[in-house]
């Protein structure tokens, strides 16, 4: 009998946040060990749920989500993202100008496959969420990362996108609040970017999943509300600021310079229609959860859970001899550094196993966010801040007596 493969277009797909270090804490799981999954933002595992008026919204209004709806998704929940570009200063929105998707993730495929042409390239910021990097290359693109510099807050090198940029760039990606790095452009910085990209003809993807998980009083801008002359792609979604990851609800906005963008438009449309619409019961959360009370600005600010969750294994992981981290202003992570005088890591998803099998934490290693060096980690800070600090202590502790 022969042998069945996987296709060639997968050779250089990888998405090691949930890879062989997660198969093997799956396994340890079903042995009967519990481990600490500090790899993933998933606020449900740690009793963040969605806000109670949502989910009985859904609930209530689920005989109305038997049959397929319109391929960009439900009139009302579309209405409720165009208001949502107002209040954030995204001029000319339309309905048509909305879709819904299954999760981001799923709009970011569906951009990659309507934008690229076989060798076109997309600059990702580096490190990324590594989905973009994949989404590109199974898309028959090339993925172009720029470097993110940490001594600079990890913001942008404007100088190193500008030299990368050659005649087959077709975008360039922003993730802002980053993941993994926690950090938010200043509007001085996306003015910038936005600049190169009128410069070169390029559309700017912009990734917003994030945009009011925010602290210390940090101010997010949205890319899109900075020109109309540049085309913009706007993602965002429940997931993260609604605590609604297993909805699978978000949306992606084109604004700007959209006459420029028939034809791309179009692509996306067929791909839109091609997989009927999105799923429909969560796209019933929609309306009530960006019109509703937004309880996330309760756990960013001073004593809230996520600022306080943030406080503590901020300053646990700094107080560790030789491990240093930017302190983060957004988002759900912490992306720390291992001096290389003090922890020489040569393979770091090696130290992340090995973390995982004598400690039970479970992390992602740096380099799986298309990063070159192997001194970072990423650290989810979801968990109560009783288990960070064990499972913070319990990391130092292993750093101290590692070598490989």
Known sequence: MQNYYKSAKLDNVCYEIRGVVMREARRLEEEGHRVLKLNIGNPASFELDVP??????????????????????????????????????IDKVDIDDIFLGNGVSELIVMTMQAMLNTGDEVLIPAPDYPLWTAAVTLSSGKPVHYRCDEE?????????????????????????????????????????V??????????????????????????????????????FFTYNGLSKNYRAAGYRSGWMIISGAKHLAKDLIEGIDMLSNMRLCANVPAQL???????????INDLVAPGGRLYEQRETAWRMLNDIPGVSCVKP??????????????????????????????????????????IDDKQHLRVVFLPRKDT???????????LSKYRQ
């Not at 807050?153 to 360039?172: G, H, L, S, V």
């Not at 992570?333 to 004598?358: C, G, M, T």
């Open 52 to 89: 109670e008026e949502i989910q009985q919204d859904v609930i209530y209004n689920m005989q109305q989500a038997q049959g397929y709806v319109e391929s960009k998704g439900l009139f009302s929940a579309r209405k409720a993202v165009m208001h949502y570009c107002q209040q954030r200063g």
């Open 152 to 192: 600079q807050n990890w913001f942008p090198d404007i100088d190193d996108i500008r030299k990368k940029i050659t005649n087959r760039t077709r975008a360039i990606v922003l993730i802002n609040p980053n993941n993994p790095t926690g950090a938010v452009y200043s509007q001085k910085l996306l003015e910038q």
């Open 329 to 370: 202003q957004g988002a759900l992570y912490l992306f720390p550094r291992l001096d290389p005088k003090i922890h020489p890591v040569v393979n770091d998803e090696k130290l992340v196993l090995d973390l995982l099998l004598q400690e039970k934490i479970l992390l992602v290693q740096g380099s799986a966010f298309n």
């Open 388 to 398: 960070l600090e064990d499972a913070m202590t319990r990391l130092g502790n292993f």
């Open 194 to 231: 936005i600049e190169l990209a009128r410069k070169h003809n390029l559309i700017v993807l912009s990734d917003e999943i994030y945009d009011k998980i925010l602290y210390d009083g940090t101010q997010h801008v949205s890319t899109a509300s900075l020109a109309d002359d540049v085309l």
């Open 285 to 295: 959360a929609i309306q009530t959860a960006l019109g509703g009370y937004q309880s």
